[in-house]
Structures are given as C-alpha cells and as structure tokens.
C-alpha cells in the first residue's frame, strides 16, 4: 500500500504527456519526439512504470476506474452514491467535497491516486475543448491548457467542454499544486508563513484550500500593515489574485470558503443558485447574522477584503460595470500604479463620478456598486486604511462594535464629539465616506438605516426611497417630536462628515458644480486642488450666495437655494460648521460646555462675542452677518415663529431673497397671540446679538454704511452708532436751515432700529448695565420685553440709585422730544392715536393725545398713560419739548437761580414751572410761555398729580384731610378742592404757601 502511495510522479507525467500527444495527433509517441525529447525517450515502456500495485491493463486503454482502486475501493463505496462509481469525474468530485479527511480509510494511498487521476484528465481535456481559439496556442504538457480553459470558460459555447471544464475547475482549484504557476510563484511565500508544506512526501499541516487561505490571509494583513507582518512576493500576491479572480463565480472554487460556509450556506442560502457569485453575495448579506458561523464569518471578511484590493475578485461586480468602466476609461490612468486602478474604492470613485456629472452608468452596475458600498459602511475591517489608522480609537473607544456599522459609527462619534481622532484616522474616514457615498443613497448606511426607519417612515414618508433628499428631510426633523434619539446620533454622525465635503451632499453638487467651476476653480467630483480643498469649497459658494449684481459675480438661483439649505442646516449645530468649530473649540468648551442644549451653540457664542478668541469672533461674527441678512438660515427659530411667520410675515418668507426683512417683520409683531416663548426669545436674543455691532443688522447696514463711515468712523457698537447717527440728525434739525448729513435712506432705517430699541431695555446697553442692580431690586418680577422694565424704572424713579436715574432722565427726555419712541405709549394709546391724530406730526403725537385725553371716546387705558407722560413732564420743563420752546426766553430770565443749582439729568421737581406760575400770576410771561402755563394750571387743577410741588410739599396733609378724594380717583379737582377747605387745619407752611398761590392764581 504505502509503496503505491509514493509512485514517482516524474513518471506519471511521462506517460500523460505521451497519451496526449497520441490523443492530440492520432500518431505514435515517437513521431513528436522531437518536440518533447524527454517524453520521447520515456515513451516506450512507462505505463507499466507508472502503473501502481493491482492496476488492470484496461486502465492504459482507458476503462481503468478510480473506485476499483485497492487503495480508494474501501472509500469511494463508503463515502459515494453507487451509481457514482462507473465515473470517475463523479468519484473525484465526490472525494473532494469530504472536509472531513479522517473518514479516509487510507489517506495516502487514495489521495495520491486521486492526486494523479487529476493529471489524467488533463489529457481528455484537448480532446473535448480544440475549439477554444484563446487557448489553442498553448504549450502542452506543461498545466498551462488547463489553466487558460478554467480562464477562459465562460467563452466557451460547446456545451460538453462547457460542462467538463466546469467539473475540472473545481478539481483544479482543490489543489494549490494543480494550478498553473502557482507552486512556482509563492513555494517560498507558503513556507515562510507556514501555510503547510510544497515538499515532496512531507504531511501538510492544512489542507490543500487552506493553503490558498493562507495566503490570502497573509495577504490581507499586509495591507493592513498588521505587526509582525510578512511581505510577500509581487508574483505571488498576483497568483494570489489571480485564484481569487478565477473562483469568483462559483463559491465551490473556493475550497477554504465553501467548507467553512457550507452549512451557513444551507440555512441562510439555500434556494441561491450556485454561479454568478449569487451565493458569495447571499453569505455576504447574511454576514451579521447571530446563528452565521465564526469560521465563514472569518472566511467571507477575508474574501471581501480580497474584493476591496482588487474588485475582479466580485465575479457580479467586475461583470456588471465592465461596459461602464471601459466607456469612462476607468482603467486608463497611466499615472497610477495598477494596483490603484484595481482596487474597488478606485472603480466606486470613478463611477460615482460619471453618476454625480449626470452620465449614464447601466442599472445593474449601479445596482452592484450599491451593494458594495453599504458592505465596505457595514464592515470597518474591509478598509484597511481605517484597520491602519484608527487601530488604537477602535481599541480605546469602539471595541466589540464591530457589527452592522457601529464601529465606523462609533469613530465618526469619538471625531464629532470629542474631536479627538488622530489625523490619518479621521482623513481615512472621510476618504471611506466618498467612497460609499451615502448621503446619495441612506440605505448604504445600514447603522443610520436602522435607526432612522421609524422617523422616515412617518415624516419623509412623502420622498422616494433613497432618495437624496431623505437626508435632508431628517435634518429638517432634527430637535423635533418626530426624531427619535439613535437616529439623531447617528444622523449628526454622518453629517459631520459629508459637512466636511461638499462633493458628499449629492444635491448640492448637482446644483452648483458649475458655479463652484466658474467661481472657485474646482475640478472634477473624484479630484482634489490643494488651492481650492472640498472644505472650502462650500466657504466660497456661500460667500458669493448674497452677493448683489454690483458685488461681483452672483450663484445661480437653483445653487443659492441649494446654500440656502446647508446654511439651515449648520444651523442646527455648530460641529456641522467645520470651520466654526476649528476655530472656535476651545471658546465652545469654556463658554458654552454646560445647560446649552443642542442646536443652541451658536447663540451662546454669539453671547459670548465680546469673550470670544479674535479667530472665533469672526468667523462668529461672519455668520451672524449672514443670518441678518436670512434669518431663514437659524431653523430652529423659524420652526419656532412658524404660527406667527403664517399669520403676519408669510409674504416675506416667501420671497427668493430675505435681505432682512423676515426678522424685522417678527420684531414688529413681537408681541402678536401667536408669538409663542421659543420665537419671542429667539427673536430678542438677534435682536440683543445685533447690538454687539451694526453689521448684523442687515438691513441698517445697507442704508447706513456710507454715513457711518463719513459721520461715524471706528464706532463698531450697533447702539453707539444709532445714538451717533441720531444726535447728527437731531441737531441738523435744530438748526433751522441746515441740510441734513444723514440720508434719507439712512435716516428712515434709523428710525426703525431707535423704535426697536424702545422695546426692552437690554437692547439700550447703556441703560441696562446702569440700572441692573436697580432692576434687581425694585422690578426683579417684571418681564423684559413690552418696555415693562424701563416702565418699572420710571414708576420708581425717586429711588434709583443717582447713576441709573440720570440714564432714565434722558431717557425720558427723548422720548418727550419723538414720543414715538416711548413704546409703552404707543403699544397703549395705539388705537387712540388712530382716532384722534392720524394727521398729526410724530414730534406732536402726545401732544395731541393730551388734547383729546377728555374726551368721550377716550380709551380709559391711554388716558391713564396720558397722565402718567404728564406728571412726568410737569417734574421738569426739560421733559416737556413745547413749554420749552415756548419758555425759552422766560426760563433764563425769572427763573435762572434755579438753573444754577440745578444738577444735570436729575430733575427740578417742578421748580421751574412752579417759578413761571409765579410769573403768570404776576402777568410778567411772554404770551406763548404764558398759554403753556394756563393750560398746565388748568390741568393740574383737576388733578393734583401734576403738580409735583403740591405733591411735595402737601403729601402728609393729602393723606390726613383728603384720604376719599384720593380714593374716588375722579380728577375733578376735588383733592385741591378739599385743601382749600381745610386750609386752616394744615400746618406745613410749604404745603400753605404753595395753595395761597394757587388762589391767586385762580382769581387772575
């Protein structure tokens, strides 16, 4: 037995070659003698040579049968079906799918002849297939007709050499050593990784599939530039390949593969049909399964691996897009070594490319090229540049993740929160998503697929499947009840990326890639420019979206929408703004690291804007400027202020261009039913950011820029430059006769930013930061907004501290000056002013109100506010413009010493105005000083509010005599009516004097 089991193959091959020829030429052995010296001279005697023990002479005229081997009879009978005997292909391809070699009941000797049995039908082989013209120049003899049919068969029409080069394909790929060239090219690359032995005689330590496997691990792992790592020899690492390449359509071929899978590829694939590498893709889809076997999950990662270095490894794949890949000349680089041009992320980038410059690539390449990108987003270990750069992340971040797209997840998570990844890594990451381009197709992403299901379903439900725009839906759902929280996660994962690239977001590649050409000198979709980076490419397309005609070159309409749309989208999340966060992640962490919740970074560094590092404030700063211009681009304010947005600013959301005129809308209806908290606050919160600097108020900006730059020069503060441009206007107007500075245009938007302004007291810094201990104290329960708290801090003036006292005198003396600025007023007689002074100026407008403040149709609510405006003025003749300008020689001329003891910006307590009384008793005031002061004695005689002195002086007294007076609240008079009665019982001689001149002035 053990003697039959070593037959010189020297021999056997002898006799093959001599049978051949015979079979080849119908002639003697000797007649090619001269081509085969060798076999020529063996010729004559070396079947009996080459004969093992028992051998009939029906075996050399070829009736000789494998299972009636001494040596295989035992095996064949017990392993293969009976019917199977009489044919020895059937035998052999019976024996080779036993994994199992310890069920051989004599494995040396079966093998070996089985071994030999292969080389014997070799020779059948030319007798069959003559026809096949790519192999007919062959040498014979040699293994290389064999391996150039197995190449060569799926040209081959004839449907019997069809059938057995199938069967020999795979006995061919059974045994390494039958594979032509392979021993020669990888003998020392087998024994220097220990992949079994190529010794003659010498037991394998694997077997002869496992080989291979080996290889192709060895292979793998030199890629991934794995530690300790063998480097293997060019000529094998083709033949590697090339073995590979050859058994791409049948996963039998693949002996390591299909022994490991076999069961899994009953459970999971029994109904797939072998061929077409349909079960190899089968497996792949099943992959992640829990109840798939470790081994064929190890042997499927290793032949996906061999896939992503060369994509002919994908029978269907290279199949598929070879038309495609000819027609776009993706094979045609000459400048990159050939090796690039095999590998899968090469194919899926040139293709993607064609796609993305709107060319026709077929249905079924574009199919398969799907297929493979959502396997290389599912499996991190397929890329081996992230197996190389992100080994030590994977092991300190994301280790036991690695199932269905978590790891790369969990890497894209460690970037976008931590901002922590290694360079390389994170370059090899964004290098992986070009490659699988989901934001294309979001189903390639299994992990976001998975999460965000529910979410599309219900609220993109509207949009094709995959869709690009399912994206967009889901960002535009971010932070809302619809998004559940895996799906937000993992959403803002990938964003983080393709935000990185603009190339990575489909639509607005389409849309602007001709603008980006013209514009930004970009290239193609698959190249870079180190002038112009992915990065920032999308800077300067937003840069030109709000460009007017005169600025320069503009974006097309359809890009500028498509800007619109990533610029809401940034919006949503400061890390989706690669440059805000680079610049600004140190101001993040120490400002905004604590009770901000997402989407709000933003405003808190706007906030901030004045702590901010110089390279955070502008970039800050250039954002801000651009919201003013569209507001539309904060999306979680507009979703905000959508009730109000639909019922008084729909028109200007509308429009194409928004040049401001959204936000001054909902500024202007701040205080509507609508207008819920979240809007209310987002809109002060602009309002607040604007005052930091007058260029994020769009709109302002626009009218003023030149006025600020010839009357306002260096001055940056929004309110420093209002109050620089109103104090030029009003003493332009003061001086009768001179042209105004200002323009018109400038001087209409000015008024719009001072009544603004007049509505909450944070948007006058000033004023607030002079008050803020004083608001702490006496209105800390009163509400920002509606001018509540500067209305509080007039009501409790005499208690301020003298700094905020003097800030709110002038404050209320401008507004006595344009009343139109005292918003409380306004907000309160608005009706009214309709009613009675539609025709009156605006400097006039309490003026009027004053008029008609008895009469009938007064509204009760504005008739109060009128008092209140006229106690106000009745304090201080500065407060009140008219008996000011009427005075305006009296005031110096009887009443100068209480000028001089005055103190600026604290008021006279009525002390001028109880000085011109005086004088009107005595008849000595000009004739219009003297109409102001009868109409003030008039109305301070019903209501002895307006006299402050009376006030003053006669407090305790009021209190004590006239306490039901006070109560009834008539303003009749009855309260100075009810001191002149018991004017003897009152004992302050001020509050006396003070009513003795009030009987005489009466008796004028």
């Given at each position: 037995m053990?003697?039959?089991?070593?037959?010189?193959r020297?021999?056997?091959l002898m006799?093959i070659s001599?049978w051949?020829?015979s079979?080849?030429?119908?002639k003697p052995?000797?007649?090619?003698?001269?081509?085969?010296?060798?076999?020529g001279?063996n010729?004559?005697?070396?079947g009996?040579?080459?004969?093992?023990?028992g051998?009939?002479?029906g075996?050399r005229?070829?009736g000789?049968k494998?299972a009636?081997e001494?040596?295989?009879?035992?095996?064949v009978?017990?392993?293969c079906?009976?019917?199977?005997?009489n044919n020895?292909?059937?035998?052999?391809?019976c024996?080779q799918?036993?994994?199992?070699?310890r069920?051989?009941?004599?494995?040396s000797?079966?093998?070996?002849?089985?071994?030999?049995l292969?080389?014997?039908?070799?020779v059948?082989?030319i007798?069959?297939?003559l026809?096949?013209k790519?192999c007919a120049?062959?040498?014979?003899?040699k293994?290389?007709?064999v391996?150039?049919?197995?190449?060569?068969?799926?040209?081959?029409?004839?449907y019997?050499c069809?059938?057995?080069?199938?069967?020999?394909?795979?006995i061919v790929?059974?045994?390494?050593?039958?594979?032509?060239?392979?021993?020669?090219q990888?003998?020392d690359?087998i024994?220097k990784?220990h992949?079994?032995s190529?010794?003659?005689?010498?037991?394998?330590?694997?077997?002869?599939g496992?080989?291979i496997?080996?290889?192709e691990?060895?292979?793998?792992?030199?890629?991934?530039?794995?530690?300790?790592?063998y480097?293997?020899?060019?000529?094998?690492k083709k033949?590697?390949?090339?073995?590979a390449?050859l058994?791409?359509?049948?996963?039998?071929?693949?002996?390591?593969l299909?022994?490991a899978c076999?069961?899994?590829?009953?459970?999971?694939?029994?109904n797939t049909?072998?061929?077409?590498?349909k079960?190899?893709?089968?497996l792949?889809?099943h992959?992640?399964?829990e109840?798939m076997?470790?081994?064929c999950k190890?042997?499927?990662?290793?032949?996906?691996?061999?896939?992503a270095?060369?994509?002919?490894?994908?029978?269907?794949?290279?199949k598929?897009?070879k038309?495609?890949?000819?027609?776009?000349?993706c094979?045609m680089d000459?400048?990159?070594?050939?090796?690039?041009?095999?590998k899968?992320?090469?194919?899926?980038?040139c293709?993607?490319a064609?796609v993305?410059?709107?060319?026709?690539?077929?249905?079924?390449?574009q199919g398969?090229?799907?297929d493979y990108?959502?396997?290389?987003?599912?499996d991190?270990?397929?890329s081996?540049?992230?197996v190389?750069h992100?080994?030590?992340?994977?092991?300190t971040?994301?280790?036991?993740?690695?199932h269905?797209?978590?790891t790369?997840h969990?890497l894209?998570r460690?970037?976008r929160?931590?901002g922590?990844?290694?360079g390389?890594?994170q370059?090899?990451?964004?290098?992986l998503?070009?490659?699988?381009?989901?934001?294309?197709?979001?189903?390639?992403?299994?992990?976001?697929?998975?999460?965000c299901?529910s979410?599309?379903q219900?609220?993109c439900?509207?949009?094709?499947?995959?869709?690009?725009?399912?994206l967009s839906?889901?960002?535009?759902?971010?932070?809302?009840?619809?998004?559940v929280e895996?799906?937000?996660h993992r959403?803002?994962e990938?964003?983080y990326?393709?935000?990185?690239d603009?190339r990575l977001?489909?639509i607005l590649?389409?849309?602007?890639q001709?603008?980006?050409?013209?514009?930004?000198?970009?290239h193609?979709?698959?190249?870079?420019?180190?002038?112009?980076?992915p990065?920032a490419?999308?800077?300067?397309?937003?840069?030109?979206?709000?460009?007017?005609?005169m600025?320069g070159r503009r974006?097309?309409?359809?890009?500028?929408?498509?800007?619109?749309?990533?610029?809401?989208q940034?919006?949503?999340?400061?890390?989706?703004?690669?440059?805000?966060?680079?610049?600004?992640?140190?101001d993040?962490g120490k400002?905004c690291?604590e009770?901000?919740?997402?989407?709000q970074?933003?405003e808190?560094?706007?906030?901030?804007?004045?702590?901010l590092?110089?390279?955070?404030?502008?970039?800050?700063g250039?954002?801000?400027?651009?919201?003013?211009?569209?507001?539309q681009i904060?999306?979680?304010l507009?979703?905000?202020c959508?009730?109000?947005i639909?019922s008084?600013?729909?028109?200007?959301?509308d429009?194409?261009?928004?040049?401001?005129d959204?936000m001054?809308?909902?500024?202007?209806?701040?205080?509507?039913?609508e207008?819920?908290?979240?809007?209310?606050?987002?809109?002060?919160?602009?309002?607040?950011?604007?005052m930091?600097d007058?260029?994020?108020?769009?709109?302002?900006k626009?009218?003023?820029?030149e006025?600020?730059?010839?009357?306002?020069?260096?001055?940056k503060?929004?309110?420093?430059?209002?109050?620089?441009?109103?104090?030029?206007?009003?003493?332009?107007?003061?001086?009768e006769?001179?042209?105004?500075r200002?323009?018109?245009?400038?001087?209409?938007?000015?008024?719009v930013?001072?009544l603004?302004?007049?509505?909450?007291?944070?948007?006058?810094?000033?004023l607030?930061?002079?008050?803020?201990q004083?608001?702490?104290?006496?209105?800390?329960?009163?509400?920002f907004?509606?001018?509540?708290v500067?209305?509080?801090?007039?009501e409790?003036?005499?208690?301020?501290?003298?700094?905020c006292?003097?800030?709110?005198f002038?404050?209320q003396?401008?507004e006595?000056?344009?009343?139109?600025l005292?918003?409380q007023?306004m907000?309160v007689?608005?009706?009214?002013?309709?009613?009675?002074?539609?025709e009156?100026?605006?400097?006039?407008?309490l003026?009027?109100l004053k008029?008609n403040?008895?009469?009938?149709?007064?509204?009760?609510k504005?008739k109060?506010?009128?008092?209140?405006?006229?106690?106000?003025q009745?304090t201080?003749?500065r407060?009140n413009p008219?008996?000011?300008?009427?005075c305006?020689?009296d005031?110096?001329?009887?009443?100068?010493?209480?000028?001089?003891?005055?103190?600026?910006?604290?008021e006279l307590?009525?002390?001028?105005i109880s000085?011109?009384k005086?004088?009107?008793?005595d008849?000595r005031?000009?004739?219009?000083?003297?109409g102001?002061?009868?109409?003030?004695?008039q109305?301070?005689a019903?209501?002895?509010?307006?006299?402050?002195?009376?006030?003053l002086?006669?407090?305790?007294?009021?209190?004590?005599?006239?306490?039901?007076?006070?109560?009834?609240?008539?303003?009749?008079?009855q309260?100075?009516?009810?001191?002149k009665?018991?004017?003897?019982k009152i004992?302050h001689?001020?509050c006396?004097?003070?009513?003795?001149?009030?009987?005489k002035?009466?008796?004028?």
């Open positions: 053990a003697a039959c089991g070593r037959v010189q020297l021999l056997l006799f001599g051949m020829s079979a080849l030429e119908g052995d000797t007649e090619n003698a001269a081509d085969n010296p060798e076999r001279r010729g004559a005697g070396e009996k040579a080459a004969a093992p023990d051998a009939s002479a075996r005229s070829g000789w494998l009636e001494a040596a295989c009879r035992e095996d009978s017990r392993i079906p009976k019917h199977s005997w020895n292909l059937a035998v052999l391809e024996l799918d036993r994994k199992d070699v069920n051989y009941a004599n494995k000797l079966c093998t070996e002849t089985n071994f030999y292969r080389l014997y039908h070799r059948t082989i007798q069959v297939c026809q096949i790519e120049g062959e040498v014979r003899g293994g290389y007709l391996s150039c049919l197995v190449e060569h068969r799926t040209n081959i029409s004839e019997q069809s059938q057995y080069i199938t069967k020999m394909t795979s790929f059974s045994d390494y050593r039958l594979i032509c060239g392979f021993m020669d990888c003998k690359d024994n990784l992949c079994g190529v010794n003659t005689g010498e037991k394998d330590i694997h077997s002869q496992e080989v496997a080996c290889l691990k060895g292979l793998v792992s030199e890629a991934e530039e794995q530690p300790g790592q480097t293997i020899k060019e000529d094998c033949s590697i390949m090339r073995v390449e058994s791409s359509d049948d996963f039998h071929l693949d002996r390591h299909y022994f076999r069961e899994d590829r009953e459970h999971f694939c029994e049909p072998a061929g077409e590498g079960v190899y893709k089968c792949f889809n992959k992640f399964e109840s076997s470790e081994k190890d042997a499927l990662s290793t032949r996906q691996k061999l896939i270095q060369d994509y002919k490894v994908s029978y269907s794949l290279a598929a897009c038309p495609d890949l000819r027609k776009y000349r094979n000459t400048s990159m070594p050939r090796a690039r041009e095999a899968l992320s090469y194919l899926l980038l293709l993607e064609a993305h410059r709107g060319q026709t690539v077929s249905g079924e390449c398969e090229m799907l990108r959502r396997m290389l987003m599912e991190y270990s397929l081996p540049e992230i190389l992100c080994r030590g992340e994977i092991d971040h994301c280790s036991g993740l690695h269905k797209g978590r790369l969990c894209m460690v970037s929160d931590k922590i990844l290694e390389h890594c370059k090899a990451l964004q290098t998503i070009q490659e699988t381009d989901p934001g294309a197709d979001y189903r390639i992403d299994r992990a976001l697929n998975e999460a299901e979410v599309i219900t609220a439900k509207h949009i094709r499947n995959g869709d690009p725009m399912i839906c889901l960002m535009e759902h971010l932070y809302t009840d619809k998004m895996d799906c937000e959403l803002l990938l964003q990326f393709i935000s990185r603009w977001d489909p590649y389409k849309k602007c001709n603008d980006a050409a013209r514009i930004c000198h970009t193609g979709w698959n190249e870079t420019s180190e002038f112009m980076p990065g490419v999308f800077s300067c397309l937003y840069r030109h979206a709000y460009r007017t005609e600025q974006l097309s309409r359809d890009c500028k929408t498509e800007v619109q749309r990533i610029l809401h940034r919006a949503l999340d400061v890390k989706l703004d690669p440059e805000l966060q680079q610049r600004c992640m140190t993040l400002w690291s009770k901000i919740e997402p989407g970074e933003l808190c560094l706007q906030y901030h804007l004045d702590d590092v110089p390279n955070c404030r502008d970039v800050v250039n954002l801000t400027e651009l919201e003013s211009e569209d507001i904060e999306a979680l507009i979703r905000a959508e009730p109000v639909q008084y600013c729909h028109e200007v959301a429009n194409q261009i928004d040049t401001g959204l001054e809308c909902l500024v202007a209806n701040k205080h509507q039913k207008m819920n908290e979240k809007c209310s606050v987002g809109v002060t919160h602009f309002q607040l950011i604007q930091k007058f260029r994020f108020s769009y709109k302002f626009m009218a003023c820029k006025d600020v730059l010839k009357l306002c020069p260096n001055i503060k929004k309110v420093d430059v209002v109050i620089c441009l109103s104090t030029t206007v009003r003493n332009d107007t003061l001086q006769g001179r042209e105004q200002v323009s018109m245009k400038c001087r209409k938007q000015l008024r930013e001072e603004e302004m007049s509505e909450d007291i944070r948007l006058e810094p000033d607030y930061e002079s008050c803020r004083d608001i702490k104290q006496h209105c800390q329960n009163v509400v907004g509606n001018a509540q500067i209305e509080c801090l007039k409790n003036k005499k208690r301020l501290t003298q700094h006292h003097q800030k709110v002038r404050l003396e401008n006595m000056m344009d009343p139109e005292d918003f007023l907000r007689c608005k009706q009214m002013i309709r009613r009675f002074c539609t009156t100026d605006a400097n006039n407008l003026q009027c008029q403040k008895n009469s009938e149709l007064m509204d009760p504005c109060q506010m009128i008092t209140k405006r006229q106690i106000t009745n201080d003749y407060l008219v008996l000011r300008k009427a305006k020689a005031i110096p001329k009887f009443c100068q010493n209480i000028l001089n003891n005055a103190k600026d910006d604290n307590e009525g002390q001028v000085c011109l005086l004088k009107y008793a008849q005031l000009s004739p219009d000083c003297e102001q002061i009868s109409v003030i004695l109305e301070s019903l209501d002895y509010r307006l006299d402050p002195q009376l006030q002086q006669c407090t305790d007294e009021i209190l004590r005599l006239c306490a039901e007076e006070v109560a009834a609240q008539e303003q009749t008079g309260v100075e009516e009810c001191l009665i018991n004017l003897l004992s001689e001020g006396k004097k003070i009513l003795i001149n009030l009987f002035k009466k008796n004028i």
